[in-house]
């Protein structure tokens, strides 16, 4: 990843409360990034104000949340949508990308892998779990998902 260029403002999408006052407390004290909004479900997130410059959505939900990356991607593309996932199975990473998410990291990730995270999802890098990444990338590529046998 490059390095930090101007302030990235973060949008916090988590369907219960507890995380996300959780995400605004950690988010809200760390260099270069600038808390825009919390919601707990599409129609509380005001994404359309958030367009213009670097813009990244935090998304922690456990629900439906590949139908949430489509309707966010769909109605925002150049946003970065950030997943959190409790574990990486690389087809639910690939199905997430082919969504339109911008990356995907693991709920058991450091702050300092979160923050690194949201400023390439703001930029629409591509954020990966290393052990996967080339994997999970092939099978994009491949416009496929993986056979669960290998993975």
């Known amino acids: 990843m490059t390095s930090v260029v101007g302030t990235v403002k973060v949008v916090i999408l988590a369907d219960a409360a507890l995380p996300r006052l959780a995400w605004e407390a950690l988010l809200s004290s760390q260099p270069g990034l600038e808390l825009s909004g919390t919601a707990s479900n599409l129609d509380g997130l005001q994404i359309n104000a958030l367009t213009a410059g670097q813009t ?70 591509i954020v990966l779990p290393p052990e996967l990444s080339a994997r999970a990338l092939t099978a994009l590529a491949r416009g496929s998902l993986v056979d669960r046998k290998r993975t």
């Open 56 to 125: 990244a959505v935090l998304i922690d939900i456990r629900e439906a949340l590949l139908d949430k990356v489509t309707q966010l991607a769909t109605s925002s593309p150049t946003i970065g949508l950030l997943c959190l996932v409790d574990a990486y199975d690389l087809n639910q990473i690939v199905s997430l990308l082919q969504a339109g998410a911008t990356g995907i990291l693991s709920r058991d990730a450091t702050l300092p892998e979160l923050s690194r995270a949201l400023f390439a999802a703001s930029r629409l890098e």
